[in-house]
T-cell receptor, first 113, second 115 residues
Framework: GDSVTQMEGPVTLSEEAFLTINCTYT??????LFWYVQYPGEGLQLLLK?????DKGSNKGFEATYRKETTSFHLEKGSVQVSDSAVYFCALSDRAAGNKLTFGGGTRVLVKP | KAGVTQTPRYLIKTRGQQVTLSCSPISGHRSVSWYQQTPGQGLQFLFEYFSETQRNKGNFPGRFSGRQFSNSRSEMNVSTLELGDSALYLC??????????????FGEGSRLTVL
């Protein structure tokens, strides 16, 4: 079945540092890929998405490129802020499975001033 | 525009009891999905409802059930609670249920503790 693997955290960074969170996936079809973010005490929010190979999703300074050849969707941000401290989830949906999202285990990011 | 509303936000039950959680989707959204979030298993899909019909179901025992009403509001029920059912239960809604659109809007969750 479908699966998503992302790097374990926690990842601790200083403000203005570069952030990368690795995500790889296994899927039988042609999935759409997503990054969701969960701030403390809140639900999940969509951060960005890509629906086909070579698409680049971007939002709030974060970027991720859908790489079919390496089955990856790594999240990057050039200069993090304290407010970026959260848990980040990589996820995929297989169009054939409707709205079912398969999530990675989540990566906690802590940005220190 | 109001977001996804889940009630109750927190609840404590004892083993063997049953619980019902409620979710009101964003106005106009017809698809409602439920997820269980635990530290050990992460986020796991429970089921999805679209236009009052269960369209997809995850790998959970029959103790977990759900339904959707004509106004798109949804409830999920867990019977004969076990300690392992302690989790954050997240509800998500989307406009038309097609995964190509991608975005699910999540509520803040209902945190269930089973003692």
């Amino acid at each position: 079945g479908d699966s998503v693997t992302q790097m374990e955290g926690p990842v601790t960074l200083s403000e203005e540092a570069f952030l990368t969170i690795n995500c790889t996936y296994t899927a039988t079809g042609y999935p759409s890929l997503f990054w969701y973010v969960q701030y403390p005490g809140e639900g999940l929010q969509l951060l960005l998405k890509a629906t086909k190979a070579d698409d680049k999703g971007s939002n709030k300074g974060f970027e991720a490129t859908y790489r079919k050849e390496t089955t990856s969707f790594h999240l990057e941000k050039g200069s993090v802020q304290v407010s970026d401290s959260a848990v980040y989830f990589c996820a995929l949906s297989d169009r054939a499975a409707g709205n079912k999202l398969t999530f990675g285990g989540g990566t906690r990011v802590l940005v220190k001033p | 525009k109001a977001g996804v509303t889940q009630t109750p936000r927190y609840l404590i039950k004892t083993r063997g009891q049953q619980v019902t959680l409620s979710c009101s989707p964003i106005s106009g959204h017809r698809s409602v999905s439920w997820y269980q979030q635990t530290p050990g298993q992460g986020l796991q899909f429970l089921f999805e409802y679209f236009s009052e019909t269960q369209r997809n179901k995850g790998n959970f025992p029959g103790r977990f059930s759900g339904r959707q009403f004509s106004n798109s509001r949804s409830e999920m029920n867990v019977s004969t609670l076990e300690l392992g059912d302690s989790a954050l239960y997240l509800c998500a809604s989307s406009l038309d249920g097609r995964s190509d659109t991608g975005e699910l809007f999540f509520g803040e969750g209902s945190r269930l503790t089973v003692l």
